[in-house]
């Protein structure tokens, strides 16, 4: 899978783990901090991008209380997907990770606590039908219209969250630099494709 930004690979195989010398914001007691290292296999799947996370390459670990039972449970992200979707425990984490470039992911995880709708995007396709209602204009996205798609995060997942028209973007993110988090989670895009896209965005609604 294509990604915008690519981590260089983890240099030592020593974990990087977050040292916490205020109490975390979570509401829960974690005894266990989030984790930044080098994956040890390839079995894990990112929770954002549901794609493979490749041996050796660095992944995020956040903690969460375990949903099925006493303990914790880590959820894997590769580094972009936990710096675009969940912003806050990524940034929480990366300052620790001494020795390793990550402040253009740092800078759009803290773009992401900015501009609070933002962490909810999760790419742009043209609308396969015309049934879905724009969450921001809350008309009907006609088939073939660009439209952005958002997801939730709640339950330790991510959920489809419905879609925004393109020509709403800066409406419902306030703001129109997306173009590296649609290029991350729709890699099958082409220039052509974003160019469009571009266009609907910076256009935004026609006032009738
Ligand atoms: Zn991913
Ligand atoms: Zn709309």
């Not at 609308?127 to 088939?143: D, F, N, Q, V, Y």
């Amino acid at each position: 899978m294509m990604r915008s930004v690519k981590p260089s690979r983890a240099s030592a195989s020593t974990p990087i783990q977050a040292e916490h010398r205020a109490p975390p914001a979570s509401p829960y007691n974690r005894s266990v901090p989030h984790v930044i290292e080098p994956a040890s296999s390839a079995r894990a799947k990112c929770r954002s991008c549901d794609q493979p996370i490749a041996k050796g390459e660095l992944r995020f670990g956040e903690r969460q209380p375990n949903a099925f039972g006493e303990g914790e449970m880590t959820l894997w992200f590769h580094l972009p997907c936990a710096a675009y979707s969940r912003p806050e425990p990524f940034l929480e984490t990366q300052a620790a990770a001494a020795g390793e470039d990550l402040e253009p992911l740092a800078a759009a995880a803290r773009f992401g606590i900015e501009h609070r709708r933002v962490p909810r995007l999760h790419g742009a396709e043209r609308a396969t039908s015309g049934r879905a209602h724009c969450r921001s204009c809350r008309e009907l996205i006609a088939k073939g219209d660009w439209r952005l798609s958002l997801v939730f995060f709640e339950d330790y997942r991510f959920s489809p969250g419905g879609y925004v028209h393109a020509v709403c973007a800066r409406d419902y993110f306030e703001t129109i630099e997306l173009f590296e988090r649609i290029r991350h989670f729709s890699p099958a895009l082409s220039e052509h494709d974003i160019e469009q896209i571009a266009a609907a965005m910076s256009a935004g609604r026609r006032t009738p």
